[in-house]
């Protein structure tokens, strides 16, 4: 019922910065936990940020934390990664999903209600 989209994703150089865009329709509420994974070819779907608007509150993956900024645009029904620093470690596949239970118990866990299609991000050295 609830569909995500991403966009943005691309080769880039390391050092480099990509902003990741996740478009959502259907019903959405502004206290769903919305959320960033990644996962590249043969590792396990890896958290990478998450927020919750209406606690104001934003969640980051140690990888993450100082380099990544997620953000959401309620008009717009948007959320946002801003990716600076890329390193070629960053490669992935990056899915934006919701989840309609706030729990910060599970907030990295990949088990999130709704997920997007993908998007691959490229770092080259």
């Known amino acids: 019922q609830v569909q995500l989209v991403e966009s943005g994703g691309g080769l880039v150089q390391a050092g480099g910065s990509l902003r990741l865009s996740c478009a959502a329709s259907?019903?959405?509420?502004?206290?769903?936990?919305m959320g960033w994974f990644r996962q590249a070819p043969g590792k396990e779907r890896e958290f990478v940020a998450a927020?919750?608007?209406?606690?104001?509150?934003?969640y980051y993956a140690d990888s993450a934390k100082g380099r990544f900024t997620i953000s959401r645009d309620i008009v717009k029904n948007t959320m946002y990664l801003q990716m600076n620093s890329l390193k070629p470690e960053d490669t992935a596949v990056y899915y934006c999903?919701?989840?309609?239970?706030?729990?910060?118990?599970?907030?990295?866990?990949?088990?999130?209600?709704?997920w997007g299609q993908g998007t691959q991000v490229t770092v080259s050295s």
């Open positions: 259907g019903r959405t509420f502004t206290g769903y936990t």
């Open positions: 927020i919750i608007h209406s606690l104001g509150g934003t």
């Open positions: 999903a919701a989840r309609s239970r706030s729990d910060l118990r599970k907030i990295a866990s990949p088990t999130y209600d709704y």
